[in-house]
């Protein structure tokens, strides 16, 4: 994809993560799923549902079939480093993202240290072979929902 198209779904990323329900314990995070075609597949943002646990990246994944063929050569667009570390569920989404055979992930911001101390996602994505492409122009805009914690 190209990088006006990068920028276009990641706005649209920044979107989802303003319709999460504020949380003291958590980041409101919006990730977009695009196929290959350059078309959404699917998209989702934390507490979607009203789950107090989802998180954005599962709530997309979610919403798709185990081995879906799109996939394959999609992108998933997260306006938050995919987590790395997980209490509340037994997969983290960057073991979720890993599984599902999106070949790339496109974040804004790399998770800072208020709920882990040191978030690995995109090493960990990186480490299995996926393409990780950070925008850090769209970081100020990934944090805005999130002015209500104390550290962003």
């Not at 938050?80 to 992930?105: D, F, H, M, N």
């Amino acid at each position: 994809m190209s990088g006006v198209d990068d920028e276009r779904w990641m706005r649209v990323a920044v979107e989802l993560a303003w319709l999460c329900p504020p949380s003291q314990t958590a980041y409101s995070v919006g990730a977009v799923i695009v196929g290959a075609d350059g078309t959404e597949v699917s998209h989702g943002y934390s507490r979607e549902g009203g789950d107090p646990v989802v998180h954005a990246e599962e709530s997309a994944l979610g919403k798709l079939a185990a081995g879906d063929p799109r996939l394959a050569g999609a992108t998933i667009y997260s306006t938050l480093e995919p987590c790395s570390e997980r209490k509340s569920r037994p997969c983290t989404c960057t073991q979720l993202i890993t599984a599902s055979g999106i070949r790339r992930v496109v974040i804004a911001w790399r998770e800072p240290s208020l709920f882990v101390a040191d978030g690995q996602g995109v090493e960990l994505l990186t480490q299995a072979g996926l393409d990780v492409t950070e925008m850090p122009s769209f970081a100020a805009q990934a944090a805005a929902p999130n002015r209500h914690l104390k550290t962003t």
